[in-house]
Each structure stands twice: as structure tokens, then as C-alpha cells.
T-cell receptor, first 110, second 113 residues
Framework: GENVEQHPSTLSVQEGDSAVIKCTYS??????FPWYKQELGKGPQLIID?????GEKKDQRIAVTLNKTAKHFSLHITETQPEDSAVYFC?????????FGSGTQLTVLP | KAGVTQTPRYLIKTRGQQVTLSCSPI?????VSWYQQTPGQGLQFLFE???????NKGNFPGRFSGRQFSNSRSEMNVSTLELGDSALYLC????????????FGPGTRLTVT
């Protein structure tokens, strides 16, 4: 089955700096790669997703890049703000299931 | 538009008992998926329902089951509870497939003692 590895597990940045979270996947047939943000006591919230026919997608301060050859994708958050502090999960689809990474605790220091 | 709702939000059960959790998807969404979230195993896919049919199932024992009703509301059942079943159970809905935009509910926190 699919294996998704996510790094780093924790990340601290100063407010205004950029944050980058990286994921690798194993199933070359995967086509859908969403990113979720989970705040304490809440369910995950989809923040951006990308499909295999696109190399990069951007939405305001958030961007995702995908390298299908290397089987890795990354989340980039620019101009970080304290409200960006949360746990971020990547995921990849395989056999009509979503497999999630282990999560990254992002802390934005004021 | 109302979001995904899950009931109950918190539940305490004893080993050997069974439990039923409920999920109401966003209006118009026909796909409902269930996930288990634990500190040790992370977020794991349980199953997906679409139009009252289980479309896919993750790697969980048969004690975990679910169903979907004609109004797309879904329930999951865990029988013969074990301590290791303590987790946050999340429901997510999407218009037609979990490989499209999914919206998660707040989850049901199940504690097995």
C-alpha cells in the first residue's frame, strides 16, 4: 500500500518568515495530494490540494509543489502569522484511499 | 451552509461494549468517509460510503463497521471495544469522492476504560 513520510515533525519559525513542510510517497499511481491544517480540538481543514497533472499551485500565502518523478511534494507558507500555528498533514491517494503523513506541528513565534 | 456534524462529541465506554457514532454530512454531499486518529498511528482511513454503499475499506478488523442512509447520514459501529480503540473518530464528507475536497467534522473522542 501507499506510504507517506512527512518532515519535519516540529517546526518553529519567527512571524513573517517562511515555513516549508515536505512529504514523500511511494505509490507512483497516486494522483491527488491534499494538505490539511488541524487546530486543537478541531477536525482537519483542507487548505490546498494538487493533482498530478500540475507541478505547482498557489493560494495567497500558501503554495504546494509536486515532483512526480521524485515522488515528493511540499507545502510552502510565506509571511507566517501566529494563526498559522497548528498541525499540518499531507496525504496521497492510492486505491481510492487517502494515506496521511504523520503531521508537522508548526509554531509561529511572535 | 452547515458543516459536518458528529454526535456525540465525547464518549466513555468499557472494554467489551459496543458503540455507535453518527455523522451528518454537508447538504448535497454523498460521499462520507471515516478516519481514526491516535497519537501513535496518526490519521488512518476506516471506510468510505457513497449512495448507501461501502466503496472502500481500510485495514481495520471486522469489529469496525458502518452504514449510510438514504439521506447520506452515516453511522459507524465498533463492537467488542478494546483499550486500543480509544481515539478521535473523524467523519469527512465530499460531493462525490474522498479524492475531491473533503470537509471534516470535529470528531468524536472515544475513551475505552
Amino acid at each position: 500500500g501507499e506510504n507517506v513520510e512527512q518532515h519535519p515533525s516540529t517546526l518553529s519559525v519567527q512571524e513573517g518568515d517562511s515555513a516549508v513542510i515536505k512529504c514523500t510517497y511511494s505509490d507512483s499511481a497516486s494522483n491527488y495530494f491534499p494538505w490539511y491544517k488541524q487546530e486543537l480540538g478541531k477536525g482537519p481543514q483542507l487548505i490546498i490540494d494538487i493533482r498530478s497533472n500540475v507541478g505547482e499551485k498557489k493560494d495567497q500565502r500558501i503554495a504546494v509543489t509536486l515532483n512526480k518523478t521524485a515522488k515528493h511534494f511540499s507545502l510552502h507558507i510565506t509571511e507566517t502569522q501566529p494563526e498559522d500555528s497548528a498541525v499540518y498533514f499531507c496525504a496521497a491517494d492510492s486505491a481510492r484511499q487517502l494515506t496521511f503523513g504523520s503531521g508537522t506541528q508548526l509554531t509561529v513565534l511572535p | 451552509k452547515a458543516g459536518v456534524t458528529q454526535t456525540p462529541r465525547y464518549l466513555i465506554k468499557t472494554r467489551g461494549q459496543q458503540v455507535t457514532l453518527s455523522c451528518s454530512p454537508i447538504s448535497g454531499h454523498r460521499s462520507v468517509s471515516w478516519y481514526q486518529q491516535t497519537p501513535g498511528q496518526g490519521l488512518q482511513f476506516l471506510f468510505e460510503y457513497f449512495s448507501e454503499t461501502q466503496r472502500n475499506k481500510g485495514n481495520f478488523p471486522g469489529r469496525f463497521s458502518g452504514r449510510q442512509f438514504s439521506n447520506s447520514r452515516s453511522e459507524m459501529n465498533v463492537s467488542t471495544l478494546e483499550l486500543g480503540d480509544s481515539a478521535l473518530y473523524l467523519c469527512a464528507s465530499s460531493f462525490n469522492s474522498l479524492v475531491n475536497e473533503q470537509y471534516f467534522g470535529p470528531g468524536t473522542r472515544l475513551t475505552v476504560t
